[in-house]
């Protein structure tokens, strides 16, 4: 356990001794969690999502997103090289570039016009000097010194990471072997995004980062999964967790699905009842890759995650914004190479995921439910205890929270706790 970590939360509170087994429902509602979490994770030891590269292909082009509560700029500067900016002027802390994304050559603060380059550093103070001679800048002022804070930024594959430690792994280190085994998978050739939209989910972020890791809740939650055959338990699959426990990876084949003898055929499921579709168009769907994998739900801690579902391909990061609610960004793709009638069917298939898609509408909901029911509580926890009391990283069955108990994992051990 991280010993800096735990003088800073020492006194917080105590882990049940349950261990993983236990999360205290007071981690999704105390502000002061919250702001250990500002510092110990996103502002400490983590690599995290800040956008793909294919979003700002020439020079000058930009996105901004936000690591934890801390809003960044990323940007390709005039070397082609990508860099990660915080997105706030040296001068009073306004927010410095406002749009979402765009193209630009410098960045202009509208509160006094400090200009600043796109490496981040100052280009210029408006009256500098003042007006005829009286006001301005100090003539010791170093403009030198009051560029913006510019962050630690590697690539894997798509994807641009950035983090404020100078200490951390390289992101395939951290991640791991197997991890950058499914990233390779899912960006195995030039990919092309199809949309993106923001989602605001009424809960606290790391509800939602449980769910994505729980793979048992999906056929029974999700009735479209279960009553379509979609994704069910008795197929074949497993849950991977990560050598440091907080990411993993839930896949399953659908083509090997037996549910004789289960309890998808005895009838007592909720999902699996009185539920057609009248345009089935859906449901068609081509083998995307060779493996006969058809779910692959991958999570990378804290709060990246990559999803196929059948031909529906996306990236999701999700942003706390305070301990009740955050932000859930997706950016959904293809291949470069896809023929029309294959992108037809990705964007049919996309009516499964998103705000209202036929399955992710449910995720969009349950993490509030858990919110409200509770909030104020300082004693009880929750039980998780699906597949055992560890995280045992090998192949293992999905009726499992394995992947919870593994984001716990890292958690407690970056948070000290
Ligand atoms: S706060 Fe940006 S120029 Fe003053
Ligand atoms: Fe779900």
Request: aromatic residues 4%.
């Given at each position: 356990m991280n010993i800096a970590a735990r003088a800073e939360t020492e006194g917080m509170f105590r882990w049940p001794d349950e261990g993983l087994a236990r999360v205290p429902f007071r981690v999704y509602n105390d502000p002061e969690i919250a702001a250990a979490e500002e510092r110990l994770l996103f502002q400490g030891e983590t690599w995290n999502l800040v956008g793909l590269d294919v979003e700002i292909p020439q020079p000058g082009d930009y996105r901004t997103s936000a690591i934890g509560g801390t809003p960044v700029i990323m940007v390709r500067d005039q070397s082609g090289e990508i860099r990660v900016h915080?997105?706030?002027?040296?001068?009073?802390?306004?927010?410095?570039?406002?749009?979402r994304a765009g193209k630009a050559e410098n960045f202009t603060c509208i509160?006094?016009?400090?200009v600043y380059g796109l490496?981040?550093?100052?280009q210029s103070i408006a009256f500098k000097r003042g007006v005829r001679g009286q006001?301005?800048?100090?003539?010791?002022?170093?403009?030198?010194?009051?560029g913006l804070r510019e962050l630690r930024v590697e690539r894997i594959c798509n994807l641009v990471f950035a983090t404020f430690?100078?200490?951390?792994?390289?992101v395939r280190d951290w991640f791991g072997p197997r991890m950058v085994w499914s990233l390779e998978r899912f960006f195995h050739k030039p990919i092309r995004l199809i949309g993106g939209y923001t989602q605001v989910l009424p809960n606290n972020w790391k509800l939602y980062a449980e769910n994505v890791r729980d793979s048992y809740h999906a056929s029974l939650l999700h009735t479209f999964f279960a009553t379509f055959g979609l994704?069910?338990?008795?197929?074949?699959g497993a849950v991977e967790v990560s050598e440091r426990g907080g990411s993993h990876l839930s896949w399953a084949k659908m083509?090997?699905?037996?549910?004789?003898?289960t309890d998808y055929a005895t009838g007592?499921?909720?999902?699996?009842?009185d539920l057609a579709i009248e345009?089935?168009?859906?449901l068609k769907v081509w083998?995307?890759?060779?493996?006969?994998?058809t779910h692959m739900i991958q999570t990378l801690f804290p709060t990246v995650f990559l999803q196929q579902i059948q031909n529906t391909l996306a990236v999701r990061l999700i942003v706390p914004r305070g301990t009740d609610r955050c932000d859930l960004h997706w950016w959904v793709f293809g291949y470069e190479d896809d023929t029309p009638e294959q992108m037809r069917m990705r964007l049919m298939q996309s009516?499964?995921?998103?705000?209202?898609?036929?399955?992710?509408l449910e995720d969009g909901f349950i993490g509030n439910a858990v919110q409200r029911a509770t909030r104020g509580e300082q004693g009880h926890g929750a039980v998780v205890e699906m597949g055992g009391h560890?995280?045992?990283?090998d192949r293992q069955s999905r009726v499992s929270e394995a992947g919870v108990r593994g984001f716990w994992l890292q958690w407690r051990s970056l948070m000290g706790l």
């Open positions: 915080v997105n706030r002027c040296a001068h009073r802390g306004s927010t410095l570039c406002l749009a509160y006094h016009n400090w490496d981040g550093k100052l006001g301005g800048m100090p003539a010791d002022f170093d403009m030198a010194q009051h430690s100078q200490t951390l792994p390289p994704n069910r338990l008795s197929m074949d083509a090997t699905d037996d549910a004789a003898g007592g499921l909720r999902s699996m009842r345009d089935r168009r859906i083998p995307e890759f060779e493996d006969g994998i009516n499964l995921v998103g705000p209202a898609g036929l399955v992710s560890g995280v045992e990283r």
